[in-house]
């Protein structure tokens, strides 16, 4: 099995989420007992399979009918090789607010998961929303919760008070709702309060104008370090309109800081381990959920400090399980 | 288990649950249960469901007052169904309604909400001769926005996964879980069906047929237009940030036919003031509804112009009409 050859596919290369996982499979020793990993990057559907032969293909790849053939294409030109899809974008929040033909929609995500001898998915919500919509079976389906190396964020120091700086990590984007608490933050009172936005993307000047008015809210784009935004924060916030998983409320669990988040596909896996939820995305729910978060000393949040050693294991060997199921 | 739970909200209903629950007892589809959700009725409600008790599909669950969606949230706590509807105590149910849905929802494992047009009624139970005859297809979360094709809340048939989905307990409220906002004494409807379309991937369709019988009791809805507005508005301020992007391409279009409804209310009410108010408020919002819906707005506007100049209202002039010659018909179903 250590000499098999393992090459994870992606098409998207911006700092985020699925870069960071796929770097945390490459370089883990424990999974290079599994295998060599390798990583390709597939630019306009076009893939040629590097020379030497390859023993599994995981697809990092997002699914659409544009690239539908160029999938088809790479399953009938390697009928033999195991492969494995991880499903990082689609889950029920995004179908009901970015797809317009759902019924077409669905046909393409059933039809492109057939090309896979396994799908992953990354959290349990987005798990039972695939089974629920009868887009995948069951036996073929595995979760595996994206994780990333979090040494670091374990050994942050811990605030020592009730939350007065809150965070907004990720990318200026209409999926992430960071304008829903830039105006919920507008509303609390709180001279001492501050909301850090790190990140960058489409929504920059739109939520720049929309924090505008208020001093407290400040902008620090992209850090290439994601302890950077963990360090200066004591509350995360994640109002995501739909989120497959959300690796930094991990993180940011792990760094000992309070976790608020919407009841939103894979965000509902955080609440399960400890984050706040916000039952809808109302600017008042939000408020209230800010101001309450001032008012209470999170006395839990040590004690459900997750812990990095069993979480990376997990992750290492649910994807270890996984891979060799298949060889 | 049953197949269906139907959950029947009574406030001070003595006088039309009887018949309400006589539709529900004589569904051709047998298979189900009634929970009578009865919220803090001060009248003899109770003993007129009574003797429905000995039927052992129907049961009671009594609480103090919380209003519709406090009562329907209630009932649905106590639904064990795979599928869940809603009646509320002075409407009817077509005999072959739950049958003819139940297929439906069986047919087509995408859809989470049911829906079929209705038959409006008086307070005796006579037909007014007038119907809601909603699209029933690719319903879109805009067209639930602007037209509520599930039209009244005695019509809606949910699958019980597609309800959970939607589901929430509000920190005041722990742990009772809500499907509805019980903030709202108006909208309430709209604002779940709108709420199920934006954040889930469930299917809104609706299946042919006038399958309830909607009561429009005494002096018709209530008249007070001015509080349904500001519910409405309440409605679109909570949902707005779940998707500014929908809410900005369309509100307009959903407030000109909100206002349009308001201004037959008021036309109705033989309001003048209120309903010129309207009219010409909607006109401002959007004339979306003059290209989608022709003939019906230039009703509206024609029965507001008439109202003012003459003082009578031509909407009642018409329902005369109609009461003189399609009643004695059988209602046809289409």
């Known amino acids: ?327 | 288990m049953p197949r269906a739970s139907i959950v029947v909200p009574a406030f001070n209903a003595s006088a039309t649950i009887a018949e309400t629950l006589s539709s529900l007892q004589s569904q051709t589809f047998r298979d189900f249960e009634v929970i009578v959700v009865n919220d803090g009725s001060t009248d003899h409600t109770v003993d007129i469901i009574q003797p429905f008790l000995k039927d052992s599909r129907f049961h009671i669950v009594n609480q103090p007052n919380r209003g519709l969606a406090g009562a329907r949230n209630t009932g649905i706590a106590e639904a064990t169904g795979y599928y869940i509807g809603f009646c509320d105590s002075d409407d009817l149910w077509v005999a072959d309604k739950l049958a003819r849905h139940i297929l439906h929802l069986d047919l087509s494992p995408d859809v989470g909400l049911s829906y079929a047009g209705s038959i409006l009624i008086d307070g005796e139970g006579q037909p007014l001769g007038l119907k809601q005859s909603p699209r029933l297809h690719a319903i879109t979360a805009a067209e639930v926005f602007k037209r509520n094709p599930v039209g009244n809340g005695s019509v809606a048939i949910f699958r019980r996964a597609a309800l959970m989905d939607i589901a929430y307990t509000p920190q005041k409220d722990r742990p009772r879980q809500w499907f509805f906002d019980e903030t709202f004494r108006q909208s309430e409807d709209i604002e779940c069906w709108l709420r199920l379309a934006l954040t889930t991937d469930w299917e809104i369709e609706g299946i042919r047929g006038h399958l309830t019988k909607y009561r429009i009791a005494g002096g018709g809805l209530s008249a007070n237009t001015n509080k349904q507005l500001a519910s409405w508005n309440r409605m679109v301020e909570k949902l707005r940030p779940l998707s500014p992007i929908f809410f900005a391409k369309h509100e307009p279009a959903a407030r000109a036919y909100q206002l349009r409804y308001l201004a037959r209310r008021a036309v109705s009410a033989g309001d003048e003031h209120k309903a010129k108010k309207y009219a010409r408020e909607f006109l401002k919002a959007s004339f979306s509804p003059f290209f989608e819906e022709p003939l019906k707005t230039l009703t509206t506007l024609a029965a507001t112009v008439c109202l003012s100049w003459t003082g009578y209202d031509p909407m009642r002039f018409a329902a005369i009409l109609r009461r003189g010659t399609l009643n004695p018909r059988p209602q046809k179903q289409t």
């Not at chain 1, 800081?257 to 039952?279: C, E, P, S």
């Open chain 1, 1 to 327: 099995m250590s000499h098999a050859s393992i090459l994870h596919l992606t098409d998207d290369t911006t700092p985020g989420g699925v870069m960071r996982v796929i770097d945390t499979i490459l370089s883990s020793k424990y999974l290079a007992k599994t295998g060599k990993h390798r990583m390709a990057v597939v630019e306009n559907s076009k893939l040629t399979l590097p020379k030497g032969g390859v023993d599994v293909i995981v697809s990092h790849l997002a699914l659409n009918w544009r690239n539908f053939a160029a999938r088809a294409r790479l399953r009938a030109m390697y009928p033999d090789t195991p492969m494995i899809h991880v499903e990082h974008s689609y889950t029920q929040g995004f179908v009901a607010q970015k797809v317009l033909n759902k019924t077409r929609f669905f046909s393409m995500l059933r039809s492109a998961f057939c090309l896979f001898d396994r799908v992953v998915a990354v959290s349990n919500a987005q798990k039972d929303w695939l089974i629920r919509r009868d887009l995948i079976d069951e036996d073929r389906l595995s979760v595996i919760h994206s994780s990333v190396d979090l040494t670091g964020f374990e050994t942050l120091p811990k605030p020592a008070t009730s939350p007065r700086i809150f965070g907004l990590v990720g990318r200026l984007h209409e999926q992430k709702g960071f304008d829903i608490a830039i105006r919920a933050f507008r509303e609390c009172s709180g001279l001492d309060l501050r909301l850090m936005v790190f990140g960058d993307g489409p929504l920059r000047s739109e939520l720049e104008a929309l924090a505008f008015c208020d001093p407290r809210i400040t902008f620090h784009g992209h850090c290439d370090d994601p302890l950077e935004p963990m360090r200066s924060i004591d509350a995360l916030l994640m109002p995501s309109r739909w989120e497959a998983y959300g690796l930094v409320a991990h993180e940011a669990r792990s760094a000992g800081r309070k976790v608020i988040v919407a009841t939103t596909d894979g965000l509902k896996d955080h609440i399960q381990a400890g984050a706040t939820n916000v039952h809808d995305h109302s600017i008042a729910a939000w408020k209230q959920a800010i101001i309450q978060a001032t008012q209470t000393l999170d006395k839990n949040s040590r004690n459900n400090r997750s812990n990095s050693n069993m979480e990376a294991t997990r992750f290492e060997s649910d994807w270890k399980k996984c891979l060799s199921s298949l060889q």
